[in-house]
């Protein structure tokens, strides 16, 4: 088809034009960002925490005495825990994936950096946590008993520096990248090297202060909190039976030490990810919302400008039914005119997109826009334009000569 009688057209309707191709120009550019973010907050709602989720309860308790010695009636709550029917094991943790507190180190493969290799999470644990988490061990081995100090006892002035470690494959990749992690030592500043000697599949931490490539970097060391600087975590034989043990739970703790107040908030590790991901399945619908918003609002301009521009060609378009053409060609001349109008909006939309990516990159730390979300969005809006476009084409091409031309 000559495209030359469409452009002079165009040329007379510069104003109506215009508004089509920035009206395509800007969804083009809000739907491959939000297509973009959607698909990073599924993706990050689909992590494997490393935990097993489904089969934890959470409890956390807080001294009111005065008593010193945190880290004996610990290890006693721990025994009373443990023989606890229903409970499979039971450990004690400082932090936990969907807790409300975040203990944050940077690491290197090399001491004294200018700069850290990796910002990480920091887990304690003693040698039932890898089994009471679920924690999928790949390589090496686990703590042994002789291995877990007090934590109150590792952060005292002159004590010995933490010898040994797990860590993530994620975090094993990033500071040791191709090589075998195992027996090799890794820096926090300038202590004398913590040599890893287990991998474990995933630990995700509390937070991401690196973006979402660093959900996965995680240590853990050999070292036993106390229940006033961490969380007791209990394993089930039967996940059904998880309120029961709870609700068990917290009245042993209070049994074994009177003078401490069990938190409110206690609950299943299931409970706790379902609060903790509330905020990106509320953001995937609400950018699907505007997604769709987008698309149906850019739909109706084509549509109530394709009328109007078929209402006003009455003229024309009897005249050319008269000299002969078709309604076929009558229906490709207007989809032919939305195509052009649409790519000439998907060209600007395209530099808009990335344009917007830079400042979320800038202000959110969000990574680049992946160039395969350019092309879905156009394929989206080439594909929404004609069928915009088809049923006011459609009614063009049915308008027999002779009542075009005495509507004239």
């Not at 992590?47 to 008593?67: C, F, K, W």
């Not at 094993?172 to 913590?194: H, M």
């Not at 005249?319 to 076929?328: D, H, M, Q, S």
């Not at 989206?380 to 334009?385: A, V």
Request: with cysteine.
């Amino acid at each position: 088809m000559d495209i030359r009688p469409i452009l002079t057209t165009l040329r007379r309707h510069k104003t109506a034009a215009a508004l089509i191709v920035f009206e395509v120009a800007l969804t083009c550019a809000i739907i491959c960002n939000a297509l973009f973010l959607i698909q990073n907050r599924v993706a990050r709602l689909q992590r494997p925490s490393g935990m097993a989720e489904n089969e934890l309860v959470a409890l956390r308790i807080t001294d009111i005495s005065t008593n010193k010695d945190t880290d004996a009636l610990t290890r006693g709550d721990l025994a009373v825990l443990r023989a606890l029917p229903g409970v499979r094991s039971a450990t004690v943790s400082n932090q936990v994936r969907y807790g409300d507190s975040a203990w944050n180190s940077g690491v290197g493969p090399k001491p004294n950096q200018q700069l850290e290799t990796a910002s990480v999470g920091v887990f304690y644990a003693e040698t039932q946590t890898l089994d009471t988490m679920g924690m999928k061990l790949i390589a090496g081995r686990n703590f042994r008993e002789d291995e877990i100090v007090p934590l109150s006892e590792r952060i005292k002035p002159g004590a010995a520096p933490v010898p040994v470690a797990l860590i993530t494959k994620a975090l094993a990749d990033k500071i040791f990248p191709g090589q075998d992690p195992l027996g090799r030592p890794f820096y926090v500043g300038d202590n004398e090297g913590i040599r890893v000697i287990g991998v474990v599949e995933h630990l995700m931490r509390p937070n991401e202060f690196n973006g979402p490539a660093s959900a996965d970097f995680s240590v853990v060391y050999p070292s036993r909190v106390d229940y006033n600087n961490g969380l007791y975590l209990l394993r089930v034989t039967d996940p059904s039976r998880r309120e029961e043990v709870l609700k068990a739970a917290g009245e042993a703790l209070i049994k074994n030490g009177p003078q401490r107040i069990l938190s409110k908030d206690n609950k299943t590790v299931e409970a706790m990810a379902a609060e903790f991901k509330r905020t990106d399945h509320a953001m995937v619908w609400l950018l699907g919302a505007v997604c769709v918003a987008l698309l149906i609002v850019t739909a109706l301009g084509i549509v109530g400008l394709a009328s109007f521009w078929v209402q006003q060609r009455t003229k024309q378009i009897g005249v050319r039914r008269a000299l002969g053409a078709t309604r076929g060609q009558i229906l490709r001349y207007f989809q032919t005119e939305n195509f052009l109008l649409t790519s000439i909006g998907i060209v600007l939309g395209m530099v808009l997109a990335f344009a917007i990516n830079l400042l979320l990159m800038k202000y959110y730390e969000l990574p680049r826009l992946p160039a395969l979300y350019l092309p879905l969005g156009a394929l989206s809006l080439w594909l929404l334009g004609q069928l915009a476009v088809y049923g006011p084409a459609k009614r063009a091409a049915m308008v027999p000569p002779a009542l075009a031309t005495r509507a004239a």
